[in-house]
Each structure stands twice: as C-alpha cells, then as structure tokens.
C-alpha cells in the first residue's frame, strides 16, 4: 500500500527554467512532509520540509506547495541548474516519533 | 566527518551466508533507522531504534537482525543470506520526538549488497 505516490519516474527541464515535482498521499494522518534529493552511490540529503499548517515554504531556488484538501505537494525549483539533476523523493510522516515514509522518486535531469 | 556512516558501502556474498553492516552517527540523535531500497527503489522503512530500544519492526523477516550497542550505533546483521536481500541498505538518523524540528532524518551513503 503506497502511501506516498511519485507518479512522474522522470522529468527532463532545460536549464532556467522551472522544475515542478509532484506527490501525492492518501494518510490523512501525515503532518509533515519533506522532499529529498538523492545524487547516485549517495544517500538521500534534506532538501527543504514543509508542515501541515502551512501551505507554502520557501527556501532560495526551492519552494515547496502543499494542498492539503487534495492531499498534493509539490516541489518548484527556479531557476533549475544542472547541477540539480538527480532523484528526489518525497516523503512524509505523523506526529509522534515515527519514521518517514518516502515515495517512489522522480529522476530530475536539467539540460544545459 | 561524516554525520552518519556505515561500512561496507559494497557487499557481494554468497546465498546463505550471514553478513553485517554498520552504523555510527556522531550527530548525538536519539533515534536511527534502516531503510531498504529495493530493485523498484522504494525506500522502505525496516527498522526504527530510540535510544538503543527497537520502537519499529516493519515485517521484516527475523533473518534481519538490528543490534544497538549504543545510541550512536545500529548495525545490521543478516543471517542465512538470499538473492532477494540483494538492494541498497540505508542508516539514517534523526532526534525522534513529536517536534516539528525532530522529524528530519540524515542518511548515510548507502550499502549495495549482492547475494549471487
């Protein structure tokens, strides 16, 4: 049962422009969601993290949207460089101290 | 220095035998996780310790072992070794707690382990 859906494998975005990753969920119970990126033979690094009381975090090039009625978020990086492309995982979890449950990953390549 | 590493970061053995990795975090978190990532890469919780206490068993076959020496150590140890176990085994660790401000989880690199 996935929680956690990256529906999108790929996504390929020329340089400049504006890469938008997507997620959905289906726990209701989840109240934070964070987005990670992963570089190959690497493990997955922070990215940015959003709460359940919020529906917009900034951070730089990074921006990260929640709809929580739709039980959406996405992930907006402008202006996308090449030194972006690689796997970002979604990922999400409920109050208390409990793990994170991640998504599938959408691999991200930026062309130059 | 690195924040979370674990050893080897390549495995190849053979079907049945029984292998460990291992897992140290300097970041001074209460609580440290295995995750599997698997050949359709889902990263798939395993296990999840606080303070040395296992608080998370995720179905895991007991061929799956997870030791806790100390706060700052989780190894994984598996026995009788089969080609399904081959994927990519990740440590991470976090603060644990019910905080907004505990919930990011640092990874180590990642061990690929092979059973041929």
């Known amino acids: 049962d996935q929680q956690v859906k990256q529906n999108s494998p790929s996504l390929s975005v020329q340089e400049g422009r504006i890469s938008i990753l997507n997620c959905d969920y289906t726990?209701?119970?989840?109240?934070?969601f964070l987005w990670y990126k992963k570089y190959p033979a690497e493990g997955p690094t922070f990215l940015i993290s959003?709460?359940?009381?919020?529906d917009k975090n900034e951070d730089g090039r990074f921006t990260v949207f929640l709809n929580k009625s739709a039980k959406h978020l996405s992930l907006h990086i402008v202006p996308s460089q090449p030194g972006d492309s690689a796997v970002y995982f979604c990922a999400a979890r409920h109050s208390g101290n409990t793990p994170l449950v991640f998504g599938k990953g959408t691999r991200l390549s930026v062309i130059a | 220095d690195t924040a979370v590493s674990q050893t080897p970061k390549y495995l190849v053995t053979q079907m049945g035998n029984d292998k460990s990795i291992k897992c140290e975090q300097n970041?001074?978190?209460?609580?440290m996780y295995w995750y599997k990532q698997d050949s359709k890469k889902f990263l798939k919780i395993m296990f999840s310790?606080?303070?040395?206490?296992?608080?998370i068993n995720e179905t895991v076959p007991n061929r799956f072992s997870p030791k806790s020496p100390d706060k700052a150590h989780l190894n994984l140890h598996i026995n009788s070794l089969e080609l399904g176990d081959s994927a990519v085994y990740f440590c991470?660790?976090?603060?644990?707690?019910?905080?907004?401000?505990?919930?990011?989880?640092?990874f180590g690199q990642g061990t690929r382990l092979t059973v041929v």
């Open positions: 959003i709460s359940s009381i919020k």
């Open positions: 991470a660790s976090s603060q644990g707690g019910a905080r907004w401000e505990d919930t990011e989880a640092f």
């Open positions: 970041l001074g978190h209460d609580t």
């Open positions: 310790y606080n303070n040395k206490e296992l608080i």
């Open positions: 726990n209701s119970m989840f109240d934070y």
